[in-house]
C-alpha cells in the first residue's frame, strides 16, 4: 500500500495535481462502478459518469467552494479529469483504455458546474438568529 502512495504522489506531482484530488477520483470511480456492478450493468463508466460523479461529490462535500477545490487539485475541466483517469489507467490503479481520452474533450462545454443559490434576503437571515 505504502508503494501505491509514493507512485501516486509521484504521479501527481508530474501532472500538476493534488494527491488529494487522484485519491478521491479513484473512490468517486470506485462507488460509481460498484453501484453500476450491483445494478447488473456492468463496472464500466463513461466519461460522463467519471466527470458528472467527481462534480456531483465535490458539489455535495464542499457546496459553492466546490470548483475551487477542483481548481486546487488541477480537475476543474472535462479534459483534466480525463488527463488524470488516462494517468491512473497507464499507473495500474484502474482499467480502461486510451481511446477514451476523446470522450472527455468531448465533454467540455456539455457539463456545467451547478449555479450557486442566491443567498437568503434580510428578512430571512434575521429568522436564522444570531444575524
Known sequence: ???????????AREHEFQPDGLRVLLSVIHGLSMRRSLSGEGPHLGAAHVVGGLWSATWERFGILGKDVLEHWGLDSPSRV???VSQLVEAGFLRGSSEEMDDYEALTGQIEWPDPQSPPSIRERSSWGGF
Do not use: D, I, P, V
Not at 1 to 11: K, R, V
Open 82 to 84: 480525463g488527463l488524470a
Open 1 to 11: 500500500m505504502q508503494e501505491n502512495e509514493s507512485f501516486l504522489l509521484t504521479l
